[in-house]
């Protein structure tokens, strides 16, 4: 057991209900975690915290940690702005498998109870955090990704990208805080391609996401990333999800009615033919640039070739059908992208009538 602050002399200690409510009254301006220890972080907001409130009384940790669990524990990665201090402690704690107790005269850091993070907020709490969490969706949602093009980038840099432009693009007004709890195992995972012109930040971070094997929660003071599941939860109203579903079969139609004079592939990977068509529907003469996404976090289609594929004015749909089809793989129609993936995987589109099978 070790006391990263000792009670100061003279100043009545906190009860615990009014040290926790400190700590969520107290606003850390910045935080910048890399490789640091839990040691290293608690002393932080032990510091940061004292410095900052104007309340009486300090603010103590004490790390009750008997069988070592937590002492060799670190954050890889962290980084937080203006973000309550109880919050900020709650992450520190999740991505060390710790958890606090507070009592009188200090906060009480233990090894998670059955290796899950502990609940801290009230009903009444989680409940405000949940209407902010869906308030932050919706304004990142306005600001536009004017382009982003990804060649094997990391999760870790992709999300210090998106950091970076959601400030700039909103003049500072939008923060972005990523929270990554699984560190060992995501923090290097890579978008091996992705080129995107033109989408809403949410929208390109969906698909960053989703090439990494990931996908987002949104929570009141940071976006919280998790491996993806099986089912993704789709957070939409109906109607922003008739809308997109109105713009998917738009831009399908617009597809359809482009014809690609001439493909000629032999012996070709799936990322050259669909980089070539990238390019060719980049040409005003065909249509406005077109985001087409590979995603693939197991990386089923690597390594996947068009044997042979000889085509003149056919359409650009029943051509991306031709190529997914010889790749084992399908092809859906998104509000702001063709999202190509193996095939079982992700959602499925309905056949279509003459399409090979």
Known sequence: MFALAVLSAGVLPLAADDLEGKLIRVTIPALDFEDASLEEGLGFFSQRANELSKEPGPVNFVVEDPSGTLKEKKVKWLRLKNVPAREGLAYLLTLCGARARFD???????????????????????????????????????????????????LKEGLEFFSQRASELSKGTAQLNFVVPDQESLLLKQAKALRLKNVPLTVALRYFLAQCGCEARYD???????????????????????????????????????????????????????????????????????????????????????????????????????IVTQCGATVRYDEYALVISPRGAGPKAAPKEGAPE
């Not at 969490?133 to 990704?145: D, F, G, K, Q």
């Not at 009141?220 to 993806?228: D, E, M, Q, S, T």
């Not at 997109?244 to 032999?266: G, L, T, V």
């Open 104 to 154: 009188a005269h200090a906060i009480m850091i233990l090894p998670q109870s059955n290796g899950a993070p502990a609940e801290w907020r009230s009903e009444t709490q989680r409940n405000v955090a949940s209407v902010a969490a869906r308030n932050r969706e919706v304004t990142l949602s306005r600001i536009t990704i004017p382009s982003l093009a990804f060649e094997e980038v990391s």
């Open 220 to 322: 009141a003071n940071a976006i919280v990333i998790i491996p993806r599941s099986a089912a993704a939860a789709d957070s939409r109203s109906e109607e922003q999800k008739q809308l997109a579903a109105a713009a998917a079969k738009n831009r399908e139609a617009k597809f359809a009615a482009i014809k690609m004079p001439s493909i000629n592939f032999e012996d070709t990977p799936l990322e050259e033919a669909i980089d070539f068509l990238h390019d060719m529907l980049a040409d005003p003469e065909h249509c406005e640039r077109a985001n087409l996404i590979i995603e693939d976090p197991m990386n089923a289609l690597v390594g996947k070739k068009i044997k042979s594929l000889k085509l003149k004015d056919v359409p650009t749909s029943e051509v991306l059908q031709y």
